[in-house]
Each structure stands twice: as C-alpha cells, then as structure tokens.
C-alpha cells in the first residue's frame, strides 16, 4: 500500500539557519504530494503541493520538488525563522476523493 | 470565508459513555473526511463522503465507531463506549467539487477527545 516516511525530529535550528526536511514515498500509480504545516495551537495548514514528476511546489519561502526517480519530496527553506517553529507533515493522495496518508510529523524548533 | 469547524473544541468523557463529534465543512465542499491524530499513531484516516454517502469506510478502526453525513453538509462522528485508546484529536477535512487530479483538504481545528 500506499505511504509515507519523514526524517524524524525534532529538528532545531538557529535562525537563518538552511532547512531540509526529508520525505519520501510508496505509491502505485501517480500521487500529489503535499506538506502540510501544523502551527502551536493551530489546525493542518497546506504549506504546498506538486501534482506530477519534477513540479516544485513553493510558499513563504518553502520549496518542494516531485522527485519521481528517488520518490522524494524534501522540504527545504534557505532562511528559516522563529515563526517556522511548528510541525511539518509530508503526505500524498492517489487522487481526489482518496484519503490523505502522513508521515509521523517532523518538529521543527526556530531559536533566535 | 469561513473555514471547516468542529464542535466541541474539547471533550472529556469516562470510559464506556458515548460521544458525538460535529463537523461543519465550508459552504459548496462534497467531499468531507474524517481524520485521528494521536500520538503513538500520527494522523489516520477514518472516513470519506462525498455527498451524504460513505464510499470508504476502511480507516473506522471498529464497529463502536460510526459517522453520518446530512444534507451534503453537516458530519458527526459518534464513538460508542469509548476507551481509553480512543482518546485523540478527531480532525475534520473537506474538498471543493470539480477538484483535478490533485485533492486539496482543508482541515478544521479538530476535537480533543480524552477517555478517562
């Protein structure tokens, strides 16, 4: 079946510091991917998406690229901020109407 | 626009009550899944509707667990004699109709829900 794995964290970082989360994934057929970011206190946000093989998705500065050759989808950030400090979920679904499938969540802690 | 609610944000309950959860989807969304987030388990799915119909029911993790969908709006999701492993954050999602290839959820703040 379909999953997905991510680095374990928590991951700590100094401001400014480079983030890189891993992800990668087991799929049949052609899934999206997805980073979903869950805030202190907060619901599941989509942070963004990549629908088919070499699509980068962005936002706030994150990035992500569909890597179908090594089935990844690292999230990275060049300088990450205090107000990144949340949790990062990486998942894929085999289309609409499928159910989400999640990594465990990576922990991300920002100090100044 | 409003986003996906749940009520209630928080629910305490003993052992062997039953609970219903609510989730109120964003206005025009079909389709609408529920979600667990606990800790040793991380988020899992449990149900899908699209419209008033469950099409997969393959993550309800047993028969005290059931949902309903009104309307092709309003869900609840009712556990019957909780225990104590059924103590998580229930999270609600839903998806606007016509979505490509891709399916974009937009989740709710979720229920904390504690058996004790």
């Known amino acids: 079946g379909n999953s997905v794995t991510q680095m374990e964290g928590p991951v700590t970082l100094s401001e400014e510091a480079f983030l890189t989360i891993n992800c990668t994934y087991t799929?049949?057929?052609?899934?999206?991917l997805f980073w979903y970011v869950q805030y202190p206190g907060e619901g599941l946000q989509l942070l963004l998406k990549?629908?088919?093989?070499?699509d980068k998705g962005s936002n706030k500065g994150f990035e992500a690229t569909y890597r179908k050759e090594t089935t990844s989808f690292h999230l990275e950030k060049g300088s990450v901020q205090v107000s990144d400090s949340a949790v990062y979920f990486c998942?894929?679904?085999?289309?609409?109407?499928?159910?989400?499938?999640f990594g465990k969540g990576t922990t991300l802690s920002v100090s100044s | 626009g409003a986003g996906v609610s749940q009520s209630p944000s928080n629910k305490v309950t003993e052992k062997g009550k039953d609970v219903e959860l609510r989730c109120d989807p964003i206005?025009?969304?079909?389709?609408l899944y529920w979600y667990r987030q606990s800790l040793g388990q991380g988020l899992e799915f449990l149900i899908y509707?699209?419209?008033?119909?469950?099409?997969?029911k393959s993550g309800l993790p047993s028969d005290r667990f059931s949902a309903e969908r009104t309307g092709g709006s309003v869900s609840t999701l009712t556990i019957q004699r909780t225990q104590q492993e059924d103590s998580a954050v229930y999270l609600c999602?839903?998806?606007?109709?016509?979505?490509?290839?891709?399916?974009?959820?937009?989740f709710g703040p979720g229920t904390r829900l504690t058996v004790l």
């Open positions: 990549a629908t088919k093989a070499d």
């Open positions: 509707f699209q419209g008033n119909s469950a099409p997969d």
């Open positions: 999602a839903s998806s606007p109709p016509g979505v490509p290839s891709y399916n974009e959820q937009f």
């Open positions: 998942a894929l679904t085999g289309g609409a109407g499928t159910a989400l499938i």
């Open positions: 206005s025009g969304h079909t389709a």
């Open positions: 799929a049949t057929g052609y899934p999206s």
